[in-house]
T-cell receptor, first 109, second 120 residues
């Protein structure tokens, strides 16, 4: 079966760095997405990785290793507004998105 | 950028009634729209894929007669929850891929703002 694993919850301090991991097992691979979702709101797109390596976008970076079925989202200089759930999603061989359950990130002052 | 407008944002209805949720792509043509349901603290669950001008494709376990999807134009898809029951209370979200061609996935999928349905 297809499976996306990510931690349920993480806590970090304002101004610090946090890494949210995602491992996946899917039938085929056409890219991995990271989304941010604030409570009661729809997800917003953060990043898309289809090749191995690190993609940096301001305070957020996303890494992919296809051979390991592994990705992480790195958030730097954490701000209180970064408190949200972070969803990892993989596009399989049929271009269907398989979603992880999300990681709730709690930022403390 | 690409925008998907979804409404209503919140709806409370009585058990046994029907509720229609609309999603419109405002500045692009969405030949395909995805409908998701999300229960509290759970992941997005794909309910169906809506294709303009053809029947929707439903995921296993989703009743097509209960969740009616119509995608009559390139900018509008609707989800109607028929004979709603309290267990249908959930957060419903639509999504579309706005871009085609090179690097189409690099901009991700655009989501509507979601509809919080409460059936009492």
């Amino acid at each position: 079966g297809q499976n996306i694993d990510q931690p349920t919850e993480m806590t970090a301090t304002e101004g610090a760095i946090v890494q949210i991991n995602c491992t996946y097992q899917t039938s085929g691979f056409n890219g991995l997405f990271w989304y941010q979702q604030h409570a009661g709101e729809a997800p917003t797109f953060l990043s898309y990785n289809v090749l191995d390596g690190l993609e940096e976008k301001g305070r957020f970076s996303s890494f992919l290793s296809r051979s390991k079925g592994y990705s992480y989202l790195l958030l730097k200089e954490l701000q209180m507004k970064d408190s949200a759930s972070y969803l990892c999603a993989v596009m399989d061989s049929n271009y269907q998105l398989i979603w992880g359950a999300g990681t709730k990130l709690i930022i403390k002052p | 950028g690409a925008v998907v407008s979804q409404h209503p944002s919140r709806v409370i209805c009585k058990s046994g009634t029907s509720v229609k949720i609309e999603c419109r792509s405002l500045d692009f043509q969405a030949t395909t729209m995805f409908w998701y349901r999300q229960f509290p603290k759970q992941s997005l669950m794909l309910m169906a894929t809506s294709n303009e001008g053809s029947k929707a494709t439903y995921e296993q376990g989703v009743e097509k007669d209960k969740f009616l999807i119509n995608h009559a134009s390139l900018t509008l898809s609707t989800l109607t929850v028929t004979s709603a029951h309290p267990e249908d209370s959930s957060f419903y979200i639509c999504s579309a891929r706005a871009y085609r061609g090179q690097d189409e996935f690099s901009r991700g999928y655009t989501f509507g703002s979601g509809t919080r349905l409460t059936v009492v």
